[in-house]
C-alpha cells in the first residue's frame, strides 16, 4: 500500500494542496489501482493475436492556418477585460527562470 508520505509527495510535485481525509483516500485509491495493474501484468499473453487496425479508414489531414490571435471571434474582447496586457497579447507572471 502507498504511504501517506509518498501521496504528500505526488501532491507536492502535482502542486495540489490535500488535507489530512484526502491523503488517506489517496492513499488507498492509488493503491487500489497499482494492485490493479500488477494483476494486469500478471496476466498470460502469449499467445494472444495482437488486435488488427479495422481497414477502409483513413486519415483526413487538412493543411494548418496561421491567423492574427487579435483579430480572432471575440479576442478583442477578452484582451479588453485582461488584468495586465502588452501589445495585444494577455502579460502573464514569469514562472521558469
Known amino acids: 500500500m502507498i504511504n ?3 501521496v504528500e509527495h505526488i ?8 488535507i489530512d481525509k484526502e491523503e488517506e483516500k489517496f492513499a488507498k485509491d ?5 494492485n490493479y495493474i500488477d494483476k494486469l501484468n ?8 495482437p488486435i488488427q487496425q479495422i481497414t477502409g479508414l483513413e ?7 496561421t491567423t492574427d490571435p487579435s483579430t480572432a471571434l471575440g479576442a478583442s474582447k477578452i ?5 495586465d496586457k502588452q501589445n495585444n497579447y ?8
Do not use: C, G, W, Y
Open 4 to 6: 501517506k508520505e509518498a
Open 11 to 18: 501532491a507536492k510535485l502535482a502542486r495540489i494542496k490535500l
Open 30 to 34: 492509488l493503491s487500489s489501482i497499482l
Open 42 to 49: 500478471k496476466v498470460d499473453t502469449e499467445n494472444i493475436k
Open 59 to 65: 486519415t483526413v489531414i487538412r493543411k494548418d492556418k
Open 79 to 83: 484582451l479588453e477585460q485582461a488584468p
Open 90 to 97: 494577455f502579460k502573464v507572471p514569469k514562472i521558469l527562470e
